[in-house]
């Protein structure tokens, strides 16, 4: 009986990948490696055609969701137009398996993540010799982003917000209201019954209790409030199997470091209200999905109205929620090379010669 072709196992599904977006062009740059940043050795991959073009760096979500295992789907159009970056952050994947978290632990904090943010992009624009950098931070790093673009405007070209965080007590009260609103068109007694037994929810700036947070989650992403016309983000967590960045241990500990995060910053990060943010320095860009409900779209796009910033522009993914570069990987591109990168081409950082 003749042998069945690859892939027969991950290793071979993953050199698959591996091999078909291999950066080879001339100018190219494909680094994947830990950084002394915070005091720890943190994991960054940085890949690109040209090392010439702008630096832009994405920052996961989470706490403790981390994009690098998923960026081999979404991300390599943007390799040729950007020098992308993607960070495992302190107490999420490749950075989590490689430090202890005993010690870990009482570092996490939302002070300590914003500090390895600046960090972050300081090594950045050393390592490249930027004057500016692209930052984009999506749902929980889009709290780290727009607090790197209030405290160094002057390092961004731009920051891009994606899933971005405004008012994060009043996004749960929606996001609990329209999955109510879901479960009772959809006459889904348990539903309706879970939503029930943690009301009032998300009252005040009060925490919201992770076992409540967790029951709501449940039927939002039932109901497609995370990944529009899906049921959860299934997928996205199949797909980190198929990373390259990612040994076998590494995929283990990714859903630990994502549990550790969630469990030390999680809670806090849902009082957060960033809509006393009126001015901003450096250009805004907001990239919603129509359907996010996970972090209320209306309501970054009720935050963006009310700010003052140098240049700035909402683009909507009608056929998205929250994770608008997984789920309109097309839209994504095209967004950041007609609408982002010009800033930088305009600054006179870039290749322009595409």
Request: aromatic share 10%; charged share 20%.
């Amino acid at each position: 009986m003749p042998e069945a072709p690859a892939p027969r196992n991950r290793a071979q599904a993953t050199a698959i990948v591996a091999d078909m977006r291999r950066v080879v062009a001339d100018n190219g740059i494909e680094r994947l490696e830990m950084v002394r940043i915070g005091g720890i050795d943190q994991w960054v991959s940085i890949r690109g055609n040209d090392a010439r073009n702008p630096v832009l760096l994405m920052l996961h979500g989470g706490p403790g969701w981390v994009a690098m295992p998923t960026s081999w789907y979404f991300q390599r159009g943007w390799e040729e137009y950007f020098t992308v970056v993607q960070w495992d952050q302190r107490g999420a994947g490749k950075t989590f398996a490689s430090n202890d978290p005993v010690q870990l632990a009482p570092t996490m904090t939302r002070e300590r993540m914003v500090a390895d943010s600046l960090e972050m992009v300081a090594w950045l624009r050393h390592e490249f010799g930027k004057q500016k950098i692209f930052v984009l931070g999506q749902s929980w790093g889009s709290y780290l982003g727009l607090e790197v673009a209030k405290q160094r405007p002057q390092w961004l070209h731009a920051y891009i917000g994606m899933g971005q965080i405004s008012n994060a007590p009043e996004s749960e009260r929606r996001g609990w209201a329209w999955t109510m609103q879901q479960a009772q068109q959809d006459h889904n007694a348990q539903a309706i019954a879970d939503l029930q037994a943690i009301a009032p929810y998300a009252q005040g700036n009060t925490p919201v209790a992770l076992d409540a947070l967790f029951k709501q989650r449940h039927w939002l992403n039932h109901y497609g409030g995370m990944v529009h016309n899906r049921r959860g983000g299934d997928a996205e967590a199949a797909a980190f199997a198929l990373s390259p960045e990612y040994a076998d241990a590494d995929i283990a500990a990714a859903w630990k470091g994502n549990d550790f995060s969630m469990q030390h910053l999680l809670a806090d990060v849902l009082t957060l209200d960033m809509s006393s943010t009126r001015q901003l320095k450096t250009p805004l860009f907001l990239f919603l999905g129509r359907h996010d409900y996970n972090v209320s779209s209306e309501l970054a796009a009720e935050w963006f109205a009310s700010v003052d910033a140098p240049q700035k522009k909402l683009i909507w993914f009608e056929q998205s929620a929250h994770e608008v570069m997984n789920e309109e990987p097309g839209k994504t591109l095209l967004s950041l090379v007609q609408e982002v990168r010009p800033i930088a081409e305009q600054a006179g950082d870039g290749v322009f010669e595409q």
